[in-house]
């Protein structure tokens, strides 16, 4: 009698160690960030291909805020890559908020969701250790999303970012807003920018 109270008492406590890892405060973002740059780094979406000269989304969220944007995206950039040039791009240039897209390509290259995230992770931690703010753009495709958009989710909670779930919302599908079947138009990355622009308005203290 005495071993099955030891052992529900350690299973209780087990339950609540569990309960606190999974509802326990998450990393907060830096009230005050420094830095002086906003940068955006990602792939093709960062990059604006399928948007004419200076309306990637980038340079329109430049003209919203009034001030200059950094566009540091690559087309077919992942996670891998992004991570492999995140000093160079990011890091070694005074960041104060950095504005992610990154993870559809290792979606549509089958790279595992927990190697995609875990690079993410890495990638979000080490722009916070400089002391900027960072805004994640996720991507959640339904059938084909292999999870993706939970991942997003999961790694801005345990890092505390921003996160936008699904950047292509109300954009893919849109004929009016795509110049191909996975890029937005000019309009398209009108809308992007908002969305971009609101996060930083709710993140503005």
Not at 69 to 74: C, E, L, M, Q, S
Not at 169 to 174: C, H, L, Q, S
Request: hydrophobic residues 35%.
């Amino acid at each position: 009698m005495k071993k099955c109270g030891i052992f529900l008492g350690l299973l209780f406590l087990g339950f609540l160690i569990y309960q606190f890892g999974l509802s326990g405060p998450s990393p907060r973002q830096h009230t005050f960030p420094v830095g002086e740059n906003i940068i955006c780094f990602g792939d093709s979406l960062t990059y604006g291909t399928g948007a004419s000269q200076g309306q990637d989304y980038p340079s329109q969220l430049a003209t919203m805020i009034s001030k200059p944007v950094i566009n540091k995206g690559i087309p077919g950039d992942t996670t891998s890559s992004a991570l492999a040039r995140l000093d160079q791009d990011v890091l070694s240039q005074s960041p104060q908020i950095v504005l992610l897209t990154l993870g559809a390509n290792d979606l549509k290259n089958g790279t595992p969701k927990d190697v995609a995230f875990r690079n993410l992770k890495t990638i979000i931690e080490s722009i916070q250790a400089k002391g900027a703010l960072v805004i994640v753009g996720g991507v959640d495709i339904p059938i084909w999303g292999r999870g993706f958009g939970e991942g997003y989710v999961e790694v801005c909670r345990q890092t505390g970012v921003t996160l936008i779930p699904n950047i292509f919302e109300g954009i893919m599908g849109n004929s009016k807003l795509m110049s191909d079947p996975i890029h937005p138009n000019d309009a398209g990355y009108t809308k992007m920018a908002q969305k971009f622009y609101r996060a930083l308005q709710s993140n503005r203290r």
